[in-house]
């Protein structure tokens, strides 16, 4: 019996248009935010070449889904996007000046993918699938395209704000196959969608007729570690490898700078201005 996909609604944004107080206001409220041309023609070209020989792993709901994680040991250009100066700006603007990287990953979606389930990427406790990553309170994911994000080959997904309810619906340890009020993210290739990693969200089927890779960079502030200090380190000796403008985010991805458990109700040398938190933020410039 054949079942009638839930409708979608295409987000028509004009991204190019915003601010930085525009971006800024859109990840935090809605929940993702799209930059274009955040990679240039060059480097997609680049990326495209980079990622057509590498093997790729199935998902377990389908061939046709693939990916291949840490892909940021592969070659100097895949680590030397993690320190991305126009990403780290943006970045920065958001979650404040100590970022600190925790993984990445090359997906492919072949025609024929039936859709990835609407989830979240952050789960309180971990998780089978996300580890004890999931459980870092904050977090944000880039999401570099190599390819155009057109209605039919598998754009992004999204349930706008839904990383902002207190409903029993937002458990984020719930999936969803769809949502009426979801939204579809069209995008060109080199343009990347950032997003809020409790914001529940997926994509749809491919049912064109050509592939669509993506790139995807997570990170976190510094100060927000996880639950339980079982992220596995990064390997010392490609740490050594490095170079230093890249070596800065690999700093430990269990560490919680500024944590205490025990700190006082009116602890010493307290500031009386946050930018960060300032409504003001929305109206930012650059």
Not at 102 to 109: E, I, M, P, R, Y
Not at 247 to 275: T, Y
Request: hydrophobic share 35%; glycine share 6%.
């Amino acid at each position: 019996m054949n079942v009638t996909p839930t409708p979608f609604r295409i987000d028509e944004t004009d991204w190019s248009a915003l601010t930085l107080g525009d971006q800024i206001r859109h990840l935090e409220l809605e929940g993702y935010a799209v930059i274009p041309d955040l990679l240039s023609p060059a480097q997609v070209a680049r990326f495209k070449q980079l990622t057509s020989p590498l093997e790729t792993v199935p998902a377990d709901y389908s061939d046709k889904q693939r990916g291949r994680r840490n892909i940021h040991w592969e070659t100097p250009e895949f680590s030397n996007l993690v320190a991305h100066p126009p990403t780290i700006r943006f970045l920065q603007a958001v979650m404040g000046e100590e970022l600190v990287f925790l993984g990445s990953v090359f997906a492919l979606s072949l025609p024929g993918h039936p859709g990835i389930s609407l989830h979240t990427d952050g789960q309180p406790w971990g998780s089978k699938i996300f580890g004890y990553t999931g459980s870092c309170p904050v977090q944000v994911r880039v999401l570099y395209y190599l390819d155009d994000l057109t209605a039919d080959v598998s754009p992004f997904l999204v349930v706008p704000r839904s990383h902002l309810s207190l409903h029993a619906d937002a458990n984020p340890y719930t999936r969803y196959s769809s949502h009426p009020e979801q939204v579809a993210v069209p995008a060109k290739a080199g343009s990347a969608v950032l997003l809020n990693h409790r914001c529940f969200h997926g994509n749809l089927p491919n049912v064109g007729t050509r592939e669509r890779g993506m790139l995807a960079y997570l990170y976190r502030p510094a100060w927000a570690g996880p639950v339980e200090p079982k992220i596995e380190p990064w390997p010392e000796e490609k740490l050594a490898a490095l170079p230093p403008e890249v070596r800065r985010f690999f700093s430990d991805p269990n560490a919680r700078a500024g944590f205490d458990f025990n700190h006082p109700n009116k602890p010493a040398n307290m500031r009386s201005e946050a930018p960060g938190i300032a409504p003001s933020r929305w109206e930012r410039v650059k």
